[in-house]
């Protein structure tokens, strides 16, 4: 046993929750079998958002200590995150998000609101880089004194000898790694363009559409998306749809037309009834699960992890 805590995974979720654990006290190794730079997390947009994430009370609680982490590390230049102004709009008529109340969002007038939509909000929240994020978060989680390890596991058991706290942050590979079939990969892909002057998000939130449309500003480069295929499994870009989503978000926003397309991005949500996020005993070894955030891990990330190191602080042996 050379180390307190293995976290399982260098998504957004297992290196939030080995920042936390390491911050608390605790030696703890992150193992991955992809590099945080070719992580889901790295590939997402990424805004905080509670998307396809249940349940609705606790994705409430966890969004909002996230929502307050997020906005205060955006004083931080290193984190990427930035806070900035947008509108959520719909094509038909629809209510505020319950979450709306976070973020102070209001209804947008009229005039607010892109050709072809009905209804929106504007608000502001957090945006993020998601690569310059992760990078941050491995070198803070290496402040605390912990580490990342390159390693795959072929069985949970496997993982079970290495520390007297192993934590799952696995994503979509827990439906393999703890053969949890109730986890199913929403295969999301996206377009970064250089930004022709874009200053404000924009996302489509009609209920029920059939695609995801949304621009994510960052300073260079903006973020298009964006593509929900439920049991896709591929992460190889397909051209077609990059295609489909460059028109998309052309169609809202004409300036995109002629933008250079600097890369593309695939990524596999975690989608799940709910989030998986609860401890059990394999002998003397404490095992926590922390996965299936579908569409939310950033936004969820801080929440759960705290929940995590406060489980494993308040359970003897590791208390105190």
């Not at 900035?84 to 609101?113: I, K």
């Not at 580490?147 to 192993?166: G, I, K, M, N």
Request: hydrophobic share 40%.
């Amino acid at each position: 046993m050379s180390t307190s805590a293995v976290v399982i995974g260098a998504g957004v979720s297992g290196l939030t929750t080995a920042v936390c654990l390491a911050e608390s006290g605790m030696d703890v190794r992150v193992d991955t079998d992809r590099l945080p730079g070719a992580t889901t997390s790295a590939a997402a947009g990424a805004m905080w958002d509670p998307y396809l994430a249940e349940p609705s009370d606790l994705v409430e609680r966890w969004s909002r200590e996230t929502l307050s982490e997020l906005t205060t590390l955006s004083a931080v230049a290193e984190t990427g995150i930035q806070l900035l102004e947008g509108t959520q709009e719909s094509r038909v008529p629809c209510d505020l998000p319950v979450w709306s109340g976070l973020v102070g969002a209001r209804s947008c007038p009229p005039d607010e609101l892109r050709p072809g939509f009905v209804t929106g909000w504007r608000y502001r929240a957090p945006l993020v880089d998601m690569p310059r994020y992760l990078r941050y978060l491995v070198r803070r989680l290496e402040r605390a004194g912990g580490s990342l390890r390159r390693h795959h596991y072929d069985t949970l058991d496997e993982a079970l000898t290495q520390a007297p706290v192993v934590v799952n942050c696995s994503g979509a590979e827990a439906r393999f790694l703890v053969d949890d079939t109730s986890v199913e990969a929403v295969r999301g892909q996206l377009v970064v363009v250089e930004n022709p002057g874009i200053r404000s998000f924009f996302c489509d939130d009609t209920p029920g559409a059939e695609d995801l449309t949304y621009i994510y500003p960052h300073a260079d480069a903006v973020v298009l998306g964006g593509t929900a295929e439920r049991g896709a499994w591929e992460l190889r870009p397909d051209e077609d749809k990059a295609r489909e989503i460059i028109r998309r978000c052309a169609a809202v926003e004409p300036s995109i037309a002629g933008a250079r397309v600097i890369g593309q991005r695939v990524g596999l949500r975690p989608a799940r009834s709910r989030v998986r996020l609860g401890d059990e005993w394999h002998g003397d070894t404490l095992l926590l699960h922390n996965y299936g955030h579908g569409g939310a891990g950033v936004t969820l990330s801080w929440g759960c992890a705290r929940e995590i190191t406060e489980r494993v602080r308040a359970t003897p042996p590791f208390a105190g």
